[in-house]
């Protein structure tokens, strides 16, 4: 157990759709990112939130979206949801403070199966 | 830019066998190397992780890597397997530089499936 904890496990919806995703990081990780990972695609950084500011953007599509709130879960929302959009969803956490370097280990949670019909 | 290259898709071998899964990287700046595993249905645990120094690393569960500046690489070995290593592996890396933007870039992963 990482100590990170997502929810829902599994979400089936349809296209068109909006979801939200949530994650909360480990006690005390300051940092949190969003990843993807589908079968095209492979796994591939989404977002990266500090204390509650946007640090990073990877690939990211414009219909998704991400925040990180005061008490320090996040939330991954995906809207306007199409087919290729199914993909396993996983939030990872350091406690990484800005100006340190990136040796931190991220520590991923257990993904959200995110399938979309 | 940082990309991760790992060579074999899958890599079968029988039980107590040693494994190598083979791991490239390619990037304009020093960077830092890790490998994960996903179990089936679960998220991703890292093995062991190169940061600097001994360019030989012990990881967890009798894992290794070796960290070959001039080859590129960062393969990861284990002198005798298990049923219960049966798994997804993925090579990352991640720029060496500060300010805590630690995205990982992952390979396409390599499924080691150990048989009996």
């Known amino acids: 157990d990482s100590g990170v904890t997502q929810t829902p496990k599994h979400l089936i919806t349809a296209t068109g759709q909006r979801v939200t995703l949530r994650c909360s990081p480990r006690?005390?990780?300051?940092?949190v990112y969003w990843y993807q990972q589908s079968l095209d695609q492979g796994l591939q950084f989404l977002i990266q939130y500090y204390n509650g500011e946007e640090r990073a953007k990877g690939n990211i599509l414009e219909r998704f979206s991400a925040q990180q709130f005061p008490d320090l879960h996040s939330e991954l929302n995906l809207s306007s949801l199409e087919l290729g959009d199914s993909a396993l969803y996983f939030c990872?956490?350091?406690?990484?403070?800005?100006?340190?370097?990136?040796?931190?280990?991220?520590?991923f949670g257990p993904g959200t199966r995110l399938t979309v019909l | 830019a940082q990309s991760v290259t790992q060579l074999d898709s899958q890599v079968p071998v029988f039980e107590e066998a040693p494994v190598e899964l083979r791991c490239n990287y390619s990037s304009s700046v020093s960077v830092y190397l890790f490998w994960y595993v996903q179990y089936p249905n679960q998220g991703l645990q890292l093995l062991l992780k190169y940061l600097s120094g001994s360019t030989l690393v012990k990881g967890i569960n009798g894992f290794e890597a070796e960290f070959n500046k001039s080859q590129t690489s960062f393969h990861l070995r284990k002198p005798s397997v298990h049923i219960s290593d049966t798994a997804e592996y993925f090579c990352a890396v991640t720029p060496g530089v500060s300010g805590g933007y630690n995205k990982l870039i992952f390979g396409a992963g390599t499924r080691l499936a150990v048989h009996p």
């Open positions: 990872a956490s350091t406690p990484a403070p800005v100006g340190y370097t990136s040796t931190d280990t991220q520590y």
């Open positions: 006690s005390g990780d300051l940092s």
